[in-house]
Nanobody, 125 residues
Framework: QVQLVESGGGLVQAGGSLRLACAASGRTFSTSAMGWFRQAPGKERERVAAINWSGSTVYYADSVKGRFTISRDNAKNKVYLQMNSLKPEDTAVYYC??????????????????WGQGTQVTVSS
């Protein structure tokens, strides 16, 4: 099973930017869909963005469209989430996830089975 480690979280003012990174170990990264999820206190986990194995297809939640960008580097076994124009409502723990071996294009509903431990993002107003 792929192991995932997130980095890049922190405290930022509203309107600022952060770039999250997720490093993956194992041999299945390049054949896996990858996603970023978030969970704020008292709220359900939300699928924020996802990218297919090749990077040719992406998905964004409506709440982050136009502000967040997901990308991946299969040579480095990494996936990124560039977050711009951050809002206080973006405050949450952000998790990297993998759908190992999934080569399809359904990034909105596909379950993800492997998870990182999360990184905190706090946006102050």
């Amino acid at each position: 099973q792929v192991q995932l480690v997130e980095s890049g979280g922190g405290l930022v003012q509203a309107g600022g930017s952060l770039r999250l990174a997720c490093a993956a170990s194992g041999r299945t990264f390049s054949t896996s869909a990858m996603g970023w999820f978030r969970q704020a206190p008292g709220k359900e986990r939300e699928r924020v963005a996802a990218i297919n194995w090749s990077g040719s297809t992406v998905y964004y939640a409506d709440s982050v469209k136009g502000r967040f960008t997901i990308s991946r580097d299969n040579a480095k076994n990494k996936v990124y989430l560039q977050m711009n124009s951050l809002k206080p409502e973006d405050t949450a723990v952000y998790y990297c996830a993998a759908a190992e071996g999934y080569l399809g294009a359904n990034l909105r509903d596909r379950p993800f089975g492997s998870w990182g431990q999360g990184t905190q993002v706090t946006v102050s107003s």
